[in-house]
């Protein structure tokens, strides 16, 4: 779902102009990063613009505009990059699982927690932004992260040696994912209470376990 006025699709005007190679343009972009959070907090979405994201972050507009053509284009690049934080995570999550042998009680219960941390819950100036981020993401982006993401735990889920476990198919994983990436999102747009509660993940692990066991 994108908002309005907001392009369908990424084009190269909504894309970093530059990559930031060297430790001062990396410090640049994670001002520039802050201070648009900080807005979206304060003010909302409808609230951002660059000027005064240039403003709050000390720049002028000419050095925001070297590395990002337009407001969409910042907030594309944090989603961006906390997406991929994210699928770094649960990698590195499931590897472990599977290097200890964990049951799969255990394994998905902190996939589903981490999950609901990055993509749902946290203090308000997070939830605001995860919000955004919902709202403005362009369909294909999160299809190939959750693509992503199944194929990888569909193999760690083979590797944990559970008898219990039916075989991770591609149509498992497609409805596991995109079940509690639904549930998930929902929440977070409906600004939900059980965002962060131990009764909301409870559910999403009880839904998951059952679809996953045989």
Do not use: C
Request: glycine letters at 6%; hydrophobic letters at 40%.
């Amino acid at each position: 779902m994108t908002l309005p006025g907001t392009p369908s699709s990424p084009s190269s005007s909504d894309s970093m102009r530059k990559l930031p190679t060297q430790d001062r343009a990396q410090r640049t972009i994670e001002t520039i990063f802050q201070a648009t959070a900080q807005i979206v907090e304060s003010e909302g979405e409808g609230g951002l613009t660059t000027n005064k994201v240039a403003k709050k972050a000390g720049f002028s507009i000419g050095t925001l505009y070297q590395y990002f053509p337009s407001k969409e284009a910042i907030l594309l690049a944090m989603i961006n990059r906390e997406r991929r934080r994210v699928l770094d995570e649960l990698q590195a999550l499931m590897k472990r699982a599977v290097q200890e042998r964990r049951d799969a009680n255990s394994a998905v219960r902190e996939l589903v927690h981490t999950l609901v941390e990055s993509f749902g819950s946290g203090p308000k100036h997070k939830r605001a932004m995860i919000r955004l981020a919902w709202r403005m993401d362009h369909h294909e982006n999160i299809t190939q992260a959750l693509r992503e993401a199944s194929e990888r735990n569909a193999f760690a889920l083979s590797q944990l040696g559970d008898p219990t476990l039916r075989a991770p198919t591609p149509a498992l994983m497609f409805v596991a994912t995109r079940a509690v990436m639904g549930a998930i999102r929902s929440a977070s747009l409906e600004d939900s209470p059980l965002l962060g509660t131990p009764e909301f993940e409870d559910e999403l692990v009880r839904m998951v376990l059952g679809v996953i066991r045989v």
